[in-house]
T-cell receptor, first 116, second 114 residues
Framework: AQKITQTQPGMFVQEKEAVTLDCTYDTSDPSYGLFWYKQPSSGEMIFLIYQGSYDQQNATEGRYSLNFQKARKSANLVISASQLGDSAMYFCAMREGLASYDKVIFGPGTSLSVIP | EPEVTQTPSHQVTQMGQEVILRCVPISNHLYFYWYRQILGQKVEFLVSFYNNEISEKSEIFDDQFSVERPDGSNFTLKIRSTKLEDSAMYFC????FGSGYIQYFGAGTRLSVL
């Protein structure tokens, strides 16, 4: 079974608009962490935002916020005021457990294109 | 801002040759990882490393692969005898308690096996 599902292979958004990238996850471990990474066309993997399973509030980092709905097992990324530089592949990822060496499991990614 | 550094950015090799991919993790991090991403596919975990030993490895990480921390700063991935299907982007990552165990990735090494 897929641990991380991203149902939107590709998304378009107008510059300056907000966009939501969907992510659902599957785990029976009560302790886990959720991540979003950005991969521009140059290939590097850039950490954007993190949400722990016990965190009471949704994580925010600048224009990025994570809409964490624990009961629904969803962790959607919201990008506000999109910029042309936001065009990239976005990966939702999960770490099961709190052990520091736990691997991160990636979803298939969503390709975001920002239209001027 | 501290970052994970990977060299080379692109490595071309002949099938059957040995390659070593190099990484310099963030300096105060103690946990190290290798992932790979075959073109157009998901990012896959290969191995995690802590305290000079492997913590976990995936089924991809077979006897052809090995990791080493030869000194206080470098972390290497060796592929003993490359196959065509080893062609991929290889990412090194590091983490530590101070960073909330968030794994920070390097820019990757693109390995092309001919």
């Amino acid at each position: 079974a897929q641990k991380i599902t991203q149902t939107q292979p590709g998304m378009f958004v107008q510059e300056k608009e907000a966009v939501t990238l969907d992510c659902t996850y599957d785990t029976s471990d009560p302790s886990y962490g959720l991540f979003w990474y950005k991969q521009p066309s140059s290939g590097e993997m850039i950490f954007l935002i993190y949400q722990g399973s016990y965190d009471q509030q949704n994580a925010t980092e600048g224009r990025y916020s994570l809409n964490f709905q624990k009961a629904r097992k969803s962790a959607n990324l919201v990008i506000s005021a999109s910029q042309l530089g936001d065009s990239a592949m976005y990966f939702c990822a999960m770490r099961e457990g709190l052990a520091s060496y736990d691997k991160v499991i990636f979803g298939p990614g969503t390709s975001l294109s920002v239209i001027p | 801002e501290p970052e994970v550094t990977q060299t080379p950015s692109h490595q071309v090799t002949q099938m059957g040759q040995e390659v070593i991919l190099r990484c310099v993790p963030i300096s105060n991090h103690l946990y190290f990882y290798w992932y790979r991403q075959i073109l157009g596919q998901k990012v896959e975990f290969l191995v995690s490393f802590y305290n000079n030993e492997i913590s976990e490895k995936s089924e991809i990480f077979d006897d052809q692969f090995s990791v080493e921390r030869p000194d206080g700063s470098n972390f290497t991935l060796k592929i003993r005898s490359t196959k065509l299907e080893d062609s991929a982007m290889y990412f090194c990552a590091s983490s530590d308690f101070g960073s909330g165990y968030i794994q920070y990735f390097g820019a990757g090494t693109r390995l092309s096996v001919l």
